[in-house]
């Protein structure tokens, strides 16, 4: 499954909106969206970080059930 993945910069240079989109099972797509930090420096760089680090948490699980 490939989603459609639409951001809107605002009057930023930078776009520091970032989405993760990972299959977690045949059935169940993870979307993680982080946004940047108000337009300081890097918050392209830091909402790519949290959302890599949720993806790796989460990967620690056994199992992710969507359902619970």
């Known amino acids: ?7 809107n910069k605002g009057q930023r240079d930078v776009n520091q909106d970032y989405v993760l ?7 169940t797509l993870l ?3 982080s946004d940047g ?6 918050g392209e760089i830091a909402a ?7 993806l790796a ?3 620690t699980i ?3 059930n969507p359902d619970q």
């Open 1 to 7: 499954m490939n989603p459609i993945i639409i951001t």
């Open 48 to 54: 790519k970080l949290a959302a890599e680090n949720v």
């Open 37 to 42: 930090m108000g337009g300081y420096d890097h």
């Open 62 to 64: 056994s199992e992710i």
């Open 21 to 27: 989109a990972q299959n977690i099972n045949p059935d």
């Open 57 to 59: 948490y989460l990967s």
């Open 31 to 33: 979307l993680i969206v």
